[in-house]
């Protein structure tokens, strides 16, 4: 038997064997092999962007326990903060019937006869301190003036927790939903409800008592326990859920030194009208610099002298640590910040030469309007050549509101005839009516109650209102004058969101006093980063801060029942500029009158109360906005205004003062940016009806008058309301009538609709004194 021969065993492929594509390791390699490959070597390409740069998994682990161990470190420092100094609770009663002070002795006289181990005192500016032994801190309790909304939201702006009191047997205030409002609107802290008088209920209605309470504080707080301090442990467990929550950050608090003054002292000075006033409190949020600025809610911006590292005898009584009273800053002249917040602007910045006195003489002296007969056809430049005519008449006139627009007597086209005889049977109209409305009225006892011409000007407030609504924006041409004249200060626009407008055109007076960033967002940044390198005095000291200069007379006139709120100023925001605001209305509580541009409101702005008198423009996005005459119920505006700078994020609430003495919320918001070159243009809706239609061509009547006014305005684009486009062809006749085409069949019930606009710039209405608190 032969042997097997391996050689003839093996499979030789033909020439028509199936050739696979081969598998391309090089260029696809798992995550595994790359860690295998990629151990012990460096990176070959350094100058790769780290951006890019794709975590693998043990580095995305490792990145998310540094990162839970940030947080736990950072929660461990903040307790251990807390333990150093009180925690600020603010109580605030939700009922009539429910009296802070009597509930705040009758929950310390609980506890003493549970023999809790307790320390109490109490501050010279009215504060209750307790310390409870038990949970090893102390607690500062504030009890607000409630009647006083302002003062109350000076107050809340500075504590660390709100506990709000409700009584189970009187309920709610009639007035818990302005108060609500106005303190979600400005930020709200931590916050605890509790429920009192819960044992003079039956037993059979505790539960159902609670339950409607619980119900109708989910309305402001959904998230919010109701919580019982009948007892001695319901109390100790309100104290510990105070101590031990996460405590809320409001942002324009916590990015600015403030502190509550616990302590207060008034040095007056030689002459008696000024003085150093010493605030002595728990310093918090920031580092507090000397040579800063401060501002203290209601009273204006303020320059300190020295500030004091003192001890407080609260605290030294359960601690048993004495500081010694050393001072630690004193204000530097060269590096203190000035209390200058407007610039000053030059009236001969402008000017090339120096003017002679000849010309000063003239310049002083009364204008005369000069009168040329020229003959027809004759230019500006020929007419230069001939004799003047002297005449008595004054060319100034009256400027009216900004809403009117101005009137100017310019002689184009028109006699000085015409143009008199308009403006005369104007004011006559004027006069005419102002004596109607000043008739004696006989009213009984009933509209003795009621202010009629109030009455009067809230129901045109309100007609006006809805003809603004039901038709923007849309103006009746006069037919006493050219319209040329009176709308001689508006412009035509090709496109409201591309066409150009240049911000530096045509200011007003007043933007020469303020000041304007290069670049806002870029130094806002900036200061914000910058707020770790201040050097001064730290947070959770015991200060005192020597303000200097403070009038004697708003020190001793100052309101005993709300306390001093001190804050410090970041770098430039005492200074003047345009801040811009956005508003809503609030839906919790309803006002029912109009708010008009330009109206008087009260805002409080983060730290800082001022009024003013807003603009109101659309919250779109582009470089024009949009002005709004009214500040309707479901809409949100942007409010302009001047005002001191103030660095966003910060709350904003803007109220309106009535004539009983109360406040009326009217809107809430926050700040959007400090920018004077915030373009709000004012459009103007000149309307007009078809008259006779064929195909593309209209003739439309009732937008004009006169000839004249046709050809002023034949440049600019026509629209209609069901969205056709065209311009005016010719005027026909001498009434108004014009010849219009468009880019469509326009239909006999369409609105022929121009579109004129003007700038328009807010007044220099700001007041920062307002202490009239109600």
């Given at each position: 038997m032969k042997p097997y021969n391996n050689d003839q065993a093996v499979h030789r492929p033909g020439p028509a064997k199936q050739d696979n594509k081969k598998h391309k390791t090089g260029r696809h390699r798992s995550k595994g092999v790359l860690e295998i490959l990629k151990k012990g070597r460096s990176a070959q390409n350094l100058a790769k962007s780290k951006a890019n740069h794709q975590l693998s998994r043990m580095e995305r682990r490792h990145?998310?326990?540094?990162?839970?161990?940030?947080?736990?470190?950072?929660?461990?420092?903040?307790?251990?903060?807390?333990?150093?100094?009180?925690?600020?609770?603010?109580?605030?009663?939700?009922?009539?019937?429910?009296?802070?002070?009597?509930?705040?002795?009758?929950?310390?006289?609980?506890?003493?006869?549970?023999?809790?181990?307790?320390?109490?005192?109490?501050?010279?500016?009215?504060?209750?301190?307790?310390?409870?032994?038990?949970?090893?801190?102390?607690?500062?309790?504030?009890?607000?003036?409630?009647?006083?909304?302002?003062?109350?939201?000076?107050?809340?702006?500075?504590?660390?927790?709100?506990?709000?009191?409700?009584?189970?047997?009187?309920?709610?205030?009639?007035?818990?939903?302005?108060?609500?409002?106005?303190?979600?609107?400005?930020?709200l802290p931590s916050t605890?409800?509790?429920?009192?008088?819960?044992?003079?209920?039956?037993?059979?209605?505790?539960?159902?008592?609670?339950?409607?309470?619980?119900?109708?504080?989910?309305?402001?707080?959904?998230?919010?326990?109701?919580?019982?301090?009948?007892?001695?442990?319901?109390?100790?467990?309100?104290?510990r859920r105070i101590s031990s929550q996460k405590k809320?950050?409001?942002?324009?608090?916590?990015?600015?030194?403030?502190?509550?003054?616990?302590?207060?002292?008034?040095?007056?000075?030689?002459?008696g009208n000024v003085g150093t006033m010493k605030v002595s409190g728990f310093l918090k949020g920031q580092t507090l610099s000397v040579n800063s600025l401060v501002h203290i809610p209601g009273w204006g911006d303020f320059q300190m002298e020295q500030i004091d590292l003192t001890?407080?005898?609260?605290?030294?009584?359960?601690?048993?640590?004495?500081?010694?009273?050393?001072?630690?800053?004193?204000?530097?002249?060269?590096?203190?910040?000035?209390l200058v917040c407007e610039n000053i602007p030059d009236p001969m910045d402008a000017e090339q030469t120096w003017p002679t006195d000849e010309e000063m003489k003239e310049a002083t002296s009364k204008n005369?309007?000069?009168?040329?007969?020229?003959?027809?056809?004759?230019?500006?430049?020929?007419?230069?050549?001939?004799?003047?005519?002297?005449?008595?008449?004054?060319?100034?006139?009256?400027?009216?509101?900004?809403?009117?627009?101005?009137?100017?007597?310019?002689?184009?086209?028109?006699?000085?005839?015409?143009?008199?005889?308009?403006?005369?049977?104007?004011?006559?109209?004027?006069?005419?009516?102002s004596i109607a409305s000043e008739a004696p009225i006989e009213a009984d006892k009933y509209d003795l109650q009621f202010d009629i011409n109030e009455?009067?000007?809230?129901?045109?407030?309100?007609?006006?209102?809805?003809?603004?609504?039901?038709?923007?924006?849309?103006?009746?041409t006069p037919n006493d004058m050219p319209a040329r004249i009176r709308f001689q200060k508006y412009r035509g626009l090709q496109?409201?969101?591309?066409?150009?407008?240049?911000?530096?055109?045509?200011?007003?007076?007043e933007y020469a006093r303020i000041f304007q960033f290069e670049n806002f967002d870029r130094t806002r940044k900036r200061i914000f980063k910058n707020l770790e390198n201040i050097t001064g005095a730290m947070p959770d000291w015991y200060i005192t801060v020597h303000v200097k200069n403070i009038p004697s007379k708003m020190f001793h006139s100052r309101d005993a029942r709300n306390p001093i709120v001190l804050f410090g100023l970041m770098p430039h925001e005492h200074k003047m500029s345009i801040l811009n605001v956005v508003l809503k209305r609030p839906s919790t509580v309803h006002f029912d009158?109009?708010?008009?541009?330009?109206?008087?409101?009260?805002?409080?702005?983060?730290?800082?109360?001022?009024?003013?008198?807003?603009?109101?423009?659309?919250?779109?996005?582009?470089?024009?906005?949009?002005?709004?005459?009214?500040?309707?119920?479901?809409?949100?505006?942007?409010?302009?205004?001047?005002?001191?700078?103030?660095?966003?994020?910060?709350?904003?609430?803007?109220?309106?003062?009535?004539?009983?003495?109360?406040?009326?919320?009217?809107?809430?918001?926050?700040?959007?940016?400090?920018?004077?070159?915030?373009?709000?243009?004012?459009?103007?809706?000149?309307s007009g009806h078809p008259f006779k239609v064929h195909k593309h061509s209209a003739v439309v009547r009732f937008m004009f008058f006169n000839r004249e006014d046709i050809d002023w305005f034949k440049p600019v684009e026509l629209r209609t309301k069901y969205g056709r486009r065209g311009h005016i062809k010719e005027p026909l006749g001498t009434h108004g009538h014009m010849k219009c085409g468009f880019d469509g069949q326009v239909k006999s019930q369409d609105t022929v609709c121009l579109n004129l606009y003007k700038r328009v710039f807010p007044k220099w209405t700001y007041n920062q004194f307002y202490n009239v608190i109600k």
């Open positions: 990145q998310a326990k540094i990162l839970r161990k940030t947080k736990t470190e950072n929660v461990l420092n903040e307790k251990r903060r807390s333990l150093n100094i009180p925690h600020l609770v603010a109580v605030i009663p939700l009922s009539n019937n429910v009296f802070v002070n009597e509930k705040l002795m009758e929950m310390i006289n609980v506890l003493q006869n549970a023999d809790v181990k307790l320390t109490t005192a109490v501050a010279s500016e009215g504060y209750s301190h307790l310390w409870v032994e038990q949970f090893k801190q102390a607690f500062t309790f504030i009890r607000p003036d409630c009647s006083s909304v302002l003062g109350l939201l000076d107050t809340l702006k500075v504590v660390d927790t709100i506990l709000f009191m409700v009584s189970a047997e009187g309920g709610f205030d009639q007035d818990v939903d302005l108060l609500m409002t106005c303190i979600l609107a400005q930020g605890v409800v509790a429920i009192t008088d819960l044992e003079k209920i039956p037993l059979k209605k505790q539960n159902e008592a609670k339950q409607c309470i619980q119900k109708d504080i989910e309305n402001w707080l959904p998230d919010e326990k109701v919580s019982k301090i009948d007892t001695s442990t319901d109390i100790l467990n309100v104290l809320k950050s409001i942002t324009f608090r916590d990015r600015r030194p403030h502190l509550l003054a616990e302590e207060l002292a008034f040095i007056p000075s030689s002459d001890s407080n005898d609260f605290i030294k009584s359960f601690s048993g640590k004495d500081v010694q009273t050393t001072v630690l800053e004193t204000a530097s002249p060269g590096l203190q910040e000035d005369k309007r000069i009168i040329k007969r020229v003959p027809q056809g004759m230019s500006v430049y020929q007419s230069a050549w001939i004799p003047d005519e002297e005449s008595d008449h004054d060319e100034e006139n009256s400027e009216s509101d900004e809403d009117s627009d101005d009137f100017y007597s310019i002689k184009d086209e028109t006699s000085d005839n015409e143009t008199k005889s308009m403006i005369d049977d104007h004011m006559e109209t004027m006069s005419m009516t009455e009067e000007k809230i129901l045109t407030k309100i007609k006006e209102a809805k003809a603004d609504q039901m038709f923007p924006d849309e103006v009746d496109s409201f969101r591309t066409s150009p407008w240049d911000v530096k055109e045509n200011l007003p007076a009158e109009p708010i008009k541009s330009k109206s008087e409101l009260i805002f409080q702005c983060g730290f800082r109360r001022f009024t003013a008198e807003p603009i109101f423009s659309q919250h779109t996005n582009g470089n024009k906005f949009k002005y709004e005459r009214f500040f309707h119920q479901d809409s949100i505006v942007v409010a302009t205004m001047f005002a001191p700078i103030v660095y966003p994020p910060s709350s904003v609430i803007a109220m309106k003062y009535c004539k009983d003495g109360s406040f009326q919320i009217i809107g809430n918001g926050n700040v959007l940016s400090v920018n004077p070159d915030r373009v709000i243009v004012k459009r103007t809706v000149l």
